[in-house]
């Protein structure tokens, strides 16, 4: 065929990371017809539901405000059994405020996990779970309000899939902060991130890196990753490690009386 599908041109980037100006390009040398204006119109698509799904998730939990409090159980379980505290309807779906959950909230440019939420042996999917004061919100579909009341119990379980490449770019985040310190400066501290299941993203104060920095900082958090070092965490008391300078520490005016100091290797 001499037209290139803008189907496959959006795919190509979207979800492979091509760039569209190259896969025109190589269109081009080859004598194929792309649709460029047909490939702008699949992302603007693509935008627009990813707007919708945003303000679903996001917007519409944000204007909730609760008393309650939610436990969160993720560190050591996949699932767990749990009680409505609230029942909120948002538009087509359903939020839930329940007394535990095994699923983290987006906070922190970490995107938020998803999973199902089990009900008088009816499984709907959790698409999106949002932090209210010290309550966690989970947002359902496929049931509405009406279903639901507060004092039932629900079984709440974590999409593992999706959640271990989150985890993946978590560590990998900690990592690459490790060794912009090795290479560039200690000075070099991070300024915001996001980690999501496809990629990170690391901001951080610093004049533009050199390709030779580039390249040392990828080869040492690459032979991190080769030699699978361990992950582990334990809880202390913030006192007893606030002026430990072995200890990266960050924005310390949040932290509470017990920390989670997490360890790669050692």
């Known amino acids: 065929s001499k037209v290139f599908p803008p189907e496959d041109a959006f795919k190509l980037y979207d979800t492979y990371g091509f760039p569209l100006d190259l896969t025109a390009l190589l269109c081009r040398e080859r004598g194929i017809r792309l649709d460029e204006a047909a490939v702008e119109a699949c992302m603007e698509q693509a935008r627009e539901l990813s707007r919708g ?8 939990a944000l204007e909730l405000s609760s008393n309650a409090r939610t436990e969160f159980l993720g560190f050591d379980a996949a699932r767990c059994d749990a009680t409505i505290l609230e029942v909120h309807a ?17 906070m922190g440019g970490q995107e938020g996990d998803t999973g199902t939420a089990t009900i008088d ?27 639901l009341q507060a004092g039932s ?32 400066s200690s000075d070099a501290s991070q300024q915001g991130s996001s980690v999501t299941p496809d990629r990170l ?28 070092e361990p992950v582990s965490w334990r809880e202390v008391p913030h006192a007893e490690v606030k002026g430990r300078a072995d200890i990266m520490q960050f924005f310390g005016d949040k932290y509470g009386d017990q920390v989670r100091v997490v360890q790669i290797g050692g």
């Open 53 to 60: 799904a945003q303000k679903k998730t996001v917007v519409r």
């Open 90 to 106: 948002q538009d087509e779906q359903v939020l839930i405020i329940t007394d535990k959950t095994v699923l983290f909230t987006e």
């Open 121 to 147: 042996g009816h499984s709907y999917p959790i698409e999106g779970v949002q932090k209210i004061g010290h309550a966690v919100g989970h947002l359902l579909s496929g049931l509405n309000s009406e279903q």
């Open 153 to 184: 119990t629900i079984t709440i379980a974590l999409d593992q899939s999706r959640r271990a490449p989150i985890e993946a770019h978590h560590t990998a985040t900690h990592l690459l902060h490790w060794a912009l310190h090795q290479v560039v």
């Open 201 to 228: 993203r690391f901001d951080f104060n610093s004049k533009a890196l050199t390709q030779e920095q580039i390249t040392a900082m990828e080869t040492k958090v690459n032979a991190c990753i080769e030699k699978a």
